[in-house]
């Protein structure tokens, strides 16, 4: 059994994937970024106007207030006027300010005497004119590789003319649910079996990292069956996540069955609470989680080691979920030795321990929108103390 | 100009839908619950044991340690079991606890004298066995109306055998992008034009929000094709997102054709920065965002008022984004009036606001997590002071 950020540090150091693709930005959804970026072009490429306004130039506003207008510019327009002395040209917000113009007055801010005339009683030189490249010039570092591809980031790449971009594959992925117990779905409910829920919650929280599953195994507690399953599973996914079967009973064949299918083991077994028996293994570049059969340790194990994992595999430079200290709104007693990983709702100000956190029930999971990490060998949390959150993606 | 919380409140009052669809629970991603959910079974509907042990009567215990092995229960097993007086039944984790059993002693406990006999030296009464409806009775209340159906909720409504469940309908949405100015990505970057990147953003946060785009058009700053486009748009959609022209300059044609259109303007302009001109409209059943056309007051508008009202048609019980009040690791200071919109890093123990906050900049939008608000009559924010942060989606 080893530490939580022992097994953290031995999957970090473990995963990698070096399959690069190329897509157009609009299907980047749950991507990351594979290579720096650096701008294309200046933005703005050409002197915009900030305001609905009047461009002049400032040394004939010191002589007088009083301006003609010479001509209008609208967004978009692509004319080559030159501003011709003691004039003014209408102007509107995204438009080219036209050479020598060297300042945008307000509409607001001026008086309209006729059609074509206008005062400008106040105006600071050189203000609502964007530079050429004021966000960024040419050849700029723009996005580190490992961004996370958000709409903001999306929306700087298409502003820069951006329209593919390189990011790292996202894996293929097979479930392997064990049990005899399960029950599948829509089956009538016998006495000593449960309906089976993890391949639910998995397909489910995958969908929301916009990762999709190949194929889902399930097997009673067999041996061979189990063999056999992860076998064929191996040929098809770069990630095999098992659930059950991989604790120390007479009938849980995960390991013995990894084992013989040539699964280094890199660990099993955990000083946590709920997920003891996670395991983490490696088949060449494909990588296995064994996770406890109860829903609440597999969706622990899923957001503490494989959303990581899966994130790491997809070249994000962060991958954990959002971790926020923040004070927590009720006491927590344990007993010292296991990390405790608990149901939580963060508030504005806090963060609020569910009752239910035994590992059978999905009471308070279904509502939880944080986990809250208790360090090992801690043993009391007092209200109002920090604790560390980690936000579930939603 | 009407401050942000009455423009909210606006909204709040305006949105509703009553389509009501059933969906399987494999199909629940990006939904909230559109009714109650009472327990369809007890969960477990039998007694089950929480370990790998042995199944005993405890006042066999008080009487000798030493437990003949009297049969053998795996989890799934639908045996009829009685338990005889001084005997010990193995038993695994999950597994149905037989008739006249009262405590599961764990294996870890236990001497094993043979195959046939084991020696207990300790039990508790009681331990180890999950009653009947510990987790929930049957008709108990378990998931309120507006519940997003995250992985957790899943997992519990999988556990409980419920198939299918009520959502809400997603909204049909259509994009119209306004301004001469814009070019089509791929096209040559001509002088005076920019590249339309709002139809990016807005088509990736709303498939981040599981929510897909019916259609997008363009027009020029031009009335007649401005009034034609939202009027086939109008058709097609129970949301319209119209970016640019809805300002106040001589080619802003939003306004005008939207109320030749016949919808009902709820408020345009609110007293924020990114955004003011924001507009929210009506007709019937249909909802009218018309957003300013810098990018980055795209998102924040996005972020801030169509999220929630997109999440209130959808029937969430929480519309807006996540806040948490945390303190600011640098001081900000702006005039009194409106209410400031910042990009943001939420760190572990603090919140960084960034820099280019202009609205034509994307660059800080591209790498935030949050957005920080500043209330319209603050002026200045103290380093460390506490401020309200809303988590982008992730």
């Known amino acids: 059994m080893i530490p939580v950020c022992e097994g953290k540090k031995l999957i970090q150091e473990t995963i990698s994937n070096n399959t690069i693709i190329e897509i157009e930005i609009d ?12 701008a294309p072009i200046h933005f703005p490429s050409f002197r915009q106007s900030a305001m609905d306004g009047y461009a002049i130039r400032y040394e004939d506003f010191l002589k007088s207030n009083c301006f003609i207008i010479q001509d209008e510019i609208q967004a978009g327009d692509n004319k080559n006027i030159d501003l011709e002395k003691g004039k003014a040209i209408r102007i509107f917000t995204g438009a080219k300010v036209p050479d020598g113009a060297d300042t945008v007055v307000q509409q607001e801010h001026i008086e309209i005497t006729n059609s074509k005339n206008i005062n400008i009683p ?20 723009i996005l580190k590789k490992g961004t996370s591809l958000q709409a903001g980031t999306i929306s700087l790449l298409a502003n820069l003319g951006i329209e593919k971009i390189n990011v790292f594959q996202k894996p293929q992925i097979c479930i392997l649910n064990t049990g005899k117990e399960l029950l599948k779905l829509g089956e009538p409910l016998q006495d000593g079996k449960v309906f089976e829920s993890n391949s639910f919650s998995l397909v489910h929280v995958l969908k929301q990292m916009h990762v999709e599953v190949t194929e889902i195994y399930r097997v009673d507690d067999d041996l061979e069956k189990t063999r056999t399953a992860i076998e064929k599973a191996l040929t098809q996914c770069n990630f095999l996540f098992i659930t059950g079967g991989v604790s120390v009973g007479d009938y849980d064949f995960v390991l013995e069955s990894l084992q013989q299918n040539k699964v280094e083991i890199i660990f099993h077994k955990l000083k946590q609470k709920p997920g003891k028996p996670l395991l983490f293994g490696q088949k060449e570049n494909k990588y296995i989680f064994g996770l406890p059969g109860n829903p609440a340790s597999v969706l622990t194990c899923f957001y503490q080691y494989v959303y990581p994992a899966l994130r790491q595999y997809m070249g994000f430079s962060s991958v954990d979920l959002l971790k926020i200290n923040l004070p927590i709104s009720n006491s927590y007693c344990k007993k010292a030795g296991l990390t405790h990983f608990l149901k939580a709702i963060i508030h504005e100000n806090s963060v609020e321990i569910l009752d239910h956190q035994e590992s059978y029930k999905m009471n308070s999971f279904a509502v939880a929108n944080a986990l809250v990490e208790i360090d090992a060998e801690k043993e009391i949390v007092e209200k109002g103390e920090l604790v560390r959150a980690y936000l579930l993606p939603f």
């Open 27 to 38: 299907k980047a959804v749950g991507y990351a970024l594979a290579n720096d970026i650096l």
């Open 122 to 141: 106040l105006a600071t030189f050189n203000s609502n004119i964007r530079a050429i490249g004021s966000q960024c010039k040419y050849n700029d570092f």
